[in-house]
Each structure stands twice: as structure tokens, then as C-alpha cells.
């Protein structure tokens, strides 16, 4: 009967991921919210109610069909794909996307500009004309590719773009079941990720490429823990060269690679081998100085071949612009926003912007340096914490910003991730209208419920350790008594 009902639930999530995606605008801001209401209880009562190996089974395939259902629609929740295309024009036609901004190919400034793709109907649909792309190397393949296989029509491009999504997700589920097994955890938590709709609809669907970020991110830490640190590398490497924010991941990984090669828990576990602090210091610098070294050289090799020092400039420039002009779903940004409008009465995004992220980055070194157990497993907790603390202190927070967080979640007692997922689609009544205006009660309710569950979380975890404190102790006098 379980299994049954488990079907009709996942039959009814089919419906309503097809509706959401082929027949859903974003302007269509009630419909929108209603269908991602109903996937997102469908998905956690399809969570909650898995527990044989055969519905874990029947859950994953479910969670495929889903993610393949979505291939031939032309993501209706983002315009990014535009941009994707464009890029892979260029590339296919044997030019750099990252020399000049599309308006000077439009304006025939350029030479690029009698590529029949690169049309005034294809420039109209960019979101941003005047930026140079920010897309590294990893995206920049995917486009290419997608663009060698349909050079004619930008719906072929998104169809062979969703599949390399597609296969970034079968890696990722790959991964967390593997990291769960190897941690002792149920590998049902997966679903988690695998059942969540805003990973299904914004990855998959809107061909988002925190897809690869997540999976090679989750490679990197998997051959970590099988004590494999030089492919690891390579696989941080490839997923900074996907999305660049894992580099926050780094300095995290510096206490954690022990000496001749072994991890940490190997040394803080095995007696006969320790070794002293000095000498235990000096194997940790020269491994991180190692795996630096490999993730770095990985990231020059990817990026040489399309960019320049010159061109390397108007990049970091344009996305210096783009962080200091571009708001959208903030939470602390719009805090000071506000006071800045009633203390200077001018918005002072371009002064804060910058100090806001060295402060994330204060942040993040502190966290480094007051990191509890060095284990494999709680990597993933400071990996959760340091992105967590980047999206609070930015300016723009679309809503697949945080499918990482969710994925990573898994590892940790903590489920705050989740719950965003659920009420970060009111973001989306910004495009009610062409007028763009958000709505500060929807943005104020979504980080109320964030915060306010991170608090509940808190108190739950102190509750629960003082309770099993107490049966501790409960224990420690029955056998006193007995004695």
C-alpha cells in the first residue's frame, strides 16, 4: 500500500513539474508559488515515507524521470541561457567570449559581428549587454559543446546544455550516496537533494550551474576521504572553474591533509603513529602546499587558453560593477541599504559591497581558525556555515544561489537549507510586472523563516545535548549504585 501511495505521489509530482516548466512564466507569480508548494510537500512526504531498499529504488528513479521530463522546455524562471548561447557562438566561430561585451558586436565594431547567430533578436533577450561574460571554463565548455551540436537553433543548444546538467546531477547522487555510506549515515537522505524541487526545476530545469559546482565539489571531498588528495584537487579545481565560489571552500582544507600523504582522522586516530606537533604541523603545510599547488595549476591550464592579462582585467572589472550594482533577495545588504538611505540618502551599495565581502572573508578565516574536529565529515558543516555567511552579506541571492547549501546540509544536523527552499520562490513576485519591483513583506517574511528556523535548530541541538548529558550521567550513577 506504502509503495503505491509513494507512485501516485511521485505520478502527481510528474504533473506538476511539466506544468511548472513548459506551461509557467515567472510573471506567473501565484501559479508559480501554488505548484512549488505542492512539489515541495510532495517531495518531503515522499522523504519522510521511504524506507525500504526498493522505495529508495523507486524514489531515485522517480527523482530521474523528473530531471529528464524537464530536458525539452525552454527554461521559463531565467533568461541566462540567452548568454549561454551567445557565448557559444563565439566559440564555435573561433573567438574568446571573454574580449568584448555584446554590444560591440551588434554595433560592428568587432569582427565577430557577421556571426548570423549574434542577432539583434538574440542581443535583445540578454540581461546583461554591457558585461563581459562571467562564465569560466567548465561553463564555457558546456556552451561550446551545445552550440557545436546545433549551430542553427538555440533550442537544440539548451536540450544538449540540460543533458550535461542531467548528467551532473546522476554525479551527484552518485557521490551523496557513496559520502553517506562511508559516514554511516542512511543513504535515504539523499532524497533530500534528490526530491527537493528547487535543485529539479533551477539546475536542471533553468540550467543553473551550481549542478556541477555541486558535484564536483562533492568528488573533491569524496576522494579526500579515500585518501586520494591529488585527484581531489583536480576536482576542486574543476568545480572553481565552474562556479569560482568554492575557492571560499579552500582554506578549510588546510589542516586537514596529514602528513605522507594520510587525512586527519587517520592521525588523530591512530596511536602508534603520532607524531609531534611540529612535525605534524610541517606534514599538514606541505600537503595543503601540494594540493594547492595541483588545484591552482588545474585552473591556469582551464582558463589560459581563453583569456589574456588584458582580458583578465575587464573581467574582474566588469564583475567588480556587477556586485556593486546588481540587488536582488538580500537580507543584511538591504539592512544597511536602508540605514545608508537615512544616514548618507543615497544608495551605498558601492562602499558596501566591498567592505561587506571582506567581512566574509574575516568570517571565514575565523571560522578556519576556531573549527572544531578536523574530520572529513565536518567539512561539510564548514562548507554549509561559509557559504551560508557569503549569501547573507550579498547583494544578490537568486533562488538557485542555494541548492549547494542543501546538498551539503545532508552531512549535518542542520536543515535550515531545506526550509529556504520552500519560501525562496516569493523572490520571484519581483517578476509580476516588467517594472521588476520586489516586494520587501515577502523578502522579510523568507529570511524570518531562515532565521527563525536556524534559531529553533540551535535550541534543539542544545536540548538534545543536555538530555543525553543527563542519561549520561543517569548511566554513569546506575552502575556506581550497582558497584
Not at 561574460?133 to 537553433?153: D, K, L, M
Not at 588546510?254 to 605522507?260: A, C, Q, S, V
Not at 600523504?261 to 600537503?287: A, C, H, M, P, Q
Request: charged share 15%.
Amino acid at each position: 500500500m506504502k509503495k503505491f501511495v509513494l507512485i501516485l505521489m511521485f505520478a502527481l509530482s510528474l504533473l506538476g513539474y511539466v506544468w511548472l516548466s513548459y506551461n509557467t512564466l515567472r510573471s506567473d507569480f501565484y501559479d508559480l508559488i501554488l505548484l512549488y508548494t505542492g512539489l515541495a510537500i510532495l517531495g518531503i512526504g515522499a522523504f519522510r515515507m521511504v524506507g525500504e531498499k526498493s522505495e529508495f529504488r523507486l524514489a531515485l528513479v522517480a527523482a530521474l524521470v523528473f530531471r529528464i521530463a524537464l530536458l525539452y522546455s525552454l527554461p521559463n524562471l531565467s533568461d541566462d541561457f540567452y548568454r549561454f548561447y551567445w557565448d557559444g557562438q563565439l566559440l564555435y566561430n573561433g573567438i574568446a567570449p571573454f574580449e568584448h561585451i555584446p554590444k560591440e558586436y551588434i554595433d560592428g565594431s568587432q569582427v565577430g559581428h557577421g556571426i548570423e547567430a549574434l542577432n539583434q533578436d538574440l542581443y535583445d533577450k540578454l540581461n546583461s549587454k554591457e558585461y563581459f561574460t562571467i562564465y569560466p571554463p567548465v561553463c564555457q565548455f558546456v556552451f561550446w559543446v551545445a552550440t557545436a551540436f546545433s549551430p542553427q537553433g538555440i533550442w537544440g543548444a539548451v536540450v544538449i546544455m540540460k543533458l550535461f546538467m542531467l548528467l551532473f546531477e546522476i554525479g551527484t547522487a552518485f557521490f551523496l550516496i557513496r559520502l553517506l555510506q562511508h559516514f554511516k549515515m542512511r543513504p535515504e537522505l539523499s532524497l533530500l537533494y534528490l526530491l527537493n524541487p528547487l535543485v529539479i526545476i533551477e539546475l536542471t530545469g533553468n540550467i543553473h550551474f551550481e549542478a556541477g559546482m555541486v558535484c564536483f565539489s562533492l568528488m573533491a571531498v569524496y576522494l579526500l576521504v579515500k585518501n586520494q588528495w591529488i585527484w581531489s584537487a583536480v576536482a576542486m579545481a574543476l568545480a572553481i572553474c565552474t562556479k569560482l565560489l568554492p575557492l571560499i571552500f579552500l582554506p578549510f582544507l588546510l589542516r586537514r591533509l596529514g602528513g605522507d600523504g594520510k587525512n586527519i582522522d587517520e592521525l588523530s586516530s591512530d596511536k602508534d603513529e603520532r607524531r609531534s606537533r611540529l612535525s605534524l604541523y610541517g606534514g599538514l603545510f606541505i600537503n595543503s602546499l601540494r594540493y594547492y599547488a595541483v588545484v591552482g595549476l588545474v585552473c591556469v591550464v582551464l582558463f589560459l587558453p581563453l583569456i589574456d592579462w588584458a582580458t583578465l582585467q575587464n573581467i574582474l572589472a566588469s564583475m567588480d560593477l556587477y556586485f556593486q550594482k546588481f540587488e536582488f533577495n538580500a537580507s543584511i545588504f538591504y539592512v544597511v541599504r536602508t540605514i545608508g538611505f537615512w544616514v548618507k540618502g543615497w544608495n551605498i551599495i558601492q562602499t558596501a559591497g566591498p567592505i561587506m565581502a571582506i567581512m566574509v572573508f574575516i568570517a571565514i578565516m575565523v571560522m578556519m581558525v576556531l573549527e572544531g574536529p578536523l574530520t572529513h565529515k565536518n567539512l561539510f558543516m564548514m562548507m554549509l556555515w561559509a557559504l551560508f555567511v557569503y549569501l547573507i552579506m550579498a547583494t544578490l541571492v537568486h533562488p538557485w544561489y542555494i541548492t549547494p547549501l542543501i546538498a551539503y546540509c545532508i552531512f549535518t544536523n542542520f536543515r535550515f537549507p531545506v526550509v529556504w527552499a520552500i519560501v525562496i520562490p516569493l523572490s520571484y513576485y519581483t517578476y509580476i510586472s516588467d517594472a521588476y519591483t520586489e516586494n520587501f513583506y515577502l523578502i522579510a517574511f523568507e529570511y524570518a523563516a531562515v532565521f527563525g528556523f536556524i534559531v529553533y535548530e540551535f535550541v534543539c541541538k542544545k536540548r538534545q545535548e543536555e538530555q543525553f548529558d543527563k542519561i549520561c550521567v543517569l548511566e554513569r550513577n546506575c552502575i556506581l549504585r550497582k558497584s
